[in-house]
């Protein structure tokens, strides 16, 4: 039966009202992460064993000389408190990427083995190799470049399946672990506490040189995957769908994961394979936002303020000082085994 007339246009405006309503709703939530995000972040430049007043701190980062806070607030606590920005964001917007393409909240770059590559790489690089702190970083992000290529290679057959790219990362991924607890067993006691503090996932003695290369990197892929964000969120219909609405699939899908890879490398040479940021952030994004739009910037939003958050409680919250990558995995590892228990007691499968 068709609906009268007479009704139609008190529909067109509950939908239109229910359009604003949610534009609005998610307005606010970026918002609020926004402020949030600036908030821990002049927290973690004010806040330490010595407490700086926000005047000293703005007058540092604005490049006077302030004794005492130009030392403790320029070159310790700003470029950390950079660097855990920009990490966060970057393993925020590239984890619910894979999410969001893959349809699957498993599908994160901690699960399908591409931290596990660029860990492997450090691990042998510092301990086998005895490379530099440069050299580390670049063989960190060239192995998970060639890991990401293998297991979309191996998953590949008439298309790419969310399932058995997963599967196949979490197999490449166990190896890849393996790999690297036989290097850590025969590295000498120095290497092995230089390797493990990289592994971990530690903002501790940050610089410069290793926050700069970071944020290039999200200045120049994040813009690209925004750009992508239509035709990502249409592949959530399925390929089929999304080639009927116009969208290039495979060029997307190629494009959107070198970008994302990309991201997570960057991230991951510079402060080590913070656990489980990438896979956290999406499904927290999106429960705060909801549906509708595109989670890459709220995601990234949820991303940094889980690292900034982090990073100053396991500094501070704790009787012993935890590397960051300690306490996002404390948080992580109990919602990765709800969530198979979930799906599990739901009929599904990952």
């Known amino acids: 039966m068709s609906v009268p007339a007479v009704t139609r246009p008190s529909v067109l405006r509950d939908v239109t009202r229910g359009r604003v309503r949610n534009a609005t709703h998610r307005r606010l939530v970026v918002l609020t992460l926004v402020v949030l995000v600036l908030a821990g972040f002049a927290v973690t430049l004010m806040a330490g064993q010595t407490f700086y007043p926000p005047r000293d701190v703005v007058r540092v980062v604005l490049g006077e000389q302030v004794p005492g806070a130009s030392f403790t607030v320029g070159r310790l606590r700003l470029p950390r408190a950079v660097l855990a920005v920009v990490a966060g964001f970057s393993f925020g917007m590239a984890g619910v990427t ?17 931290s596990s590559g660029a860990s ?98 999200l200045a120049v892929l994040a813009p690209v995957l925004l750009s992508q964000a239509r035709d990502l969120s249409a592949m959530q219909l399925g390929d089929d769908t999304a080639s009927a609405l116009g969208v290039r699939v495979e060029r997307t899908r190629i494009t ?66 935890f590397p960051v ?5 404390v948080l992580g590892a109990p919602y990765l085994v709800y969530l198979i228990v979930r799906t599990h007691r739901a009929g599904g499968s990952i």
């Open 98 to 114: 894979f999410q969001t393409m893959l349809r699957n909240p498993l599908a994160s770059p901690d699960i399908i083995g591409i």
């Open 325 to 329: 990558g300690v306490v996002t995995g």
């Open 256 to 321: 959107v994961i070198v970008a994302a890879v990309c991201l997570i490398a960057f991230a991951t040479a510079a402060a080590g394979p913070i656990a489980f940021v990438a896979f956290l952030s999406g499904p927290i994004a999106a429960r705060l936002v909801g549906g509708g739009g595109s989670l890459l910037v709220p995601a990234g939003l949820v991303g940094a303020l889980l690292v900034l958050a982090a990073d100053f409680a396991g500094q501070f919250a704790f009787d012993t000082r």
């Open 120 to 217: 492997a790489a450090a691990a042998i690089a510092i301990v086998t190799l005895s490379l530099d702190e440069i050299q580390v970083s670049v063989l960190a992000i060239v192995a998970a470049l060639v890991v990401a290529l293998v297991v979309y290679g191996l998953a590949f057959r008439d298309g790419v399946v969310g399932t058995r790219l997963i599967l196949i990362g979490i197999g490449i991924s166990a190896m890849l672990d393996s790999v690297t607890s036989y290097v850590l067993s025969r590295a000498a006691e120095w290497d092995l506490q230089e390797a493990m503090r990289w592994l971990t996932g530690s903002l501790n003695g940050v610089s410069w040189d290793q926050t700069v290369p970071a944020l290039l990197a």
